[in-house]
């Protein structure tokens, strides 16, 4: 992606389709055209992805208060940013004002442009027609936390009373369920018999950084406590085929490496954009003190990779940085035996790009029954 010049806008035709209400930025076949009204000495795209420059510089449009930006965007692409405006009060990097759409993440939100081609997927979408799950709170005192754990499981709508159903175990559950609509996307799976009736145990993490981070107790809180307890209160399959480890980030981290302690008990993972440093030649190495287990842990895989599952699906964004070390682990994973499928997205490190993918990995991980 490249910056290609001063956009082929007049400061009428802006103002016009300001006043209109049409939507900003412009987008066209390979093409977004970002743009800026009001008084500044320099404005700046700040992106938050990687394959665009760093200096993605506004141009002015004549004498007049407004400053465009075009960039080359692959079709299909969706991309998160603010931008950095400088004026005699100084620098701040703000939402785009011209635009209405926004990401929500757990640090604040971000701009959204979709490029020519993106559309939401709609199992992402909710619909007033489709029967929505409910959610109980099951607790538990931890023995290898030390600590009384409360997880929000999710029970599908209209589930039959006889009916044992999969088991899907999610790191950073109140992540997923706020910024990936991960109950809006189990409730349409669900009902267009895309997935069969799925039971999901969303986990809430104290010391996320830590417990995510190949610790032994976290992996034998989920595996030796948190599952066994769900299994004997709910009608669930209880059979690796029936269980899924899903995990964003540090959570894909947290999620193969409780594999790794207990081969074969999850029969099926999902990896999204596994913070798996070191797991890809030419890749950064991270070198800060809370990354020290997690490298640990990825180059012991790596040197000795063992099969933990069935089925491993990972998925990873073009536009972040670690889609080196997912496209390094994915034939680490494959050395094993184990049944793996790499799904690519034109997107960058956030949560909506991980809402996306569950409705491609979870199909395949959780075949509906005939």
Known sequence: MTSIGHARHTADELQSRRAAGDPFP????????FAWEGPAE??????????????????????????????????????????????SWGELMV????????????FGANSVCEAWGYEQPLWTRFADDVPRGTFRD?????AALDRHVTTSVYVPANQRPAERTPLLVVHDGGDYLQYAAASTVLDNLIHGRVIPPTVAAFIHPVE???EYADDPRHAAFVTDELVPALEQQLP????????????????????????????????????????????????????????QPV????????????????????????????????????????????????????????????????????????????
């Open 26 to 33: 412009l987008v066209e076949p390979g093409r977004c055209t």
């Open 42 to 87: 320099s404005v700046h795209l700040a992106h938050f992805g990687v394959g665009l420059p760093d200096d993605l510089r506004f141009d002015p449009v004549d004498d007049s208060k407004w400053w465009v930006l075009a960039v080359s965007v692959p079709n299909g692409s969706r991309l998160e940013y603010k931008l950095t405006v400088s004026d």
């Open 95 to 106: 939402e785009d004002p011209l635009n209405p759409n926004v990401a929500s993440h757990p």
């Open 138 to 142: 099951v607790g538990l005192h931890s």
């Open 208 to 210: 996320r950084l830590v």
């Open 236 to 291: 669930l399959l209880a059979a690796p085929a029936g269980r899924c480890l899903i995990g964003a980030s540090f959570g894909a981290v947290a999620s193969l490496a409780a594999a790794r302690r207990s081969p074969g008990f999850f029969g099926h993972l999902l990896l999204q954009s596994g913070s798996f440093t070191g797991a890809g030649v030419g890749c950064r190495r991270r070198q800060e003190a809370l990354w």
């Open 295 to 370: 490298r640990r842990f990825v180059e012991a895989y790596v040197a000795e990779p063992l099969r933990v599952a069935e089925r491993v699906a990972v998925t990873c964004g073009v536009y972040e940085s670690l889609i080196c070390e997912n496209r390094g682990l994915v034939p680490v994973l494959e050395r094993t035996g184990m049944d793996v499928r790499f799904f690519e997205s034109l997107d960058g490190h956030n949560w909506p790009s991980w809402r996306d993918s569950l409705g491609v990995a979870l199909p395949w991980l959780i075949e509906q029954r005939q």
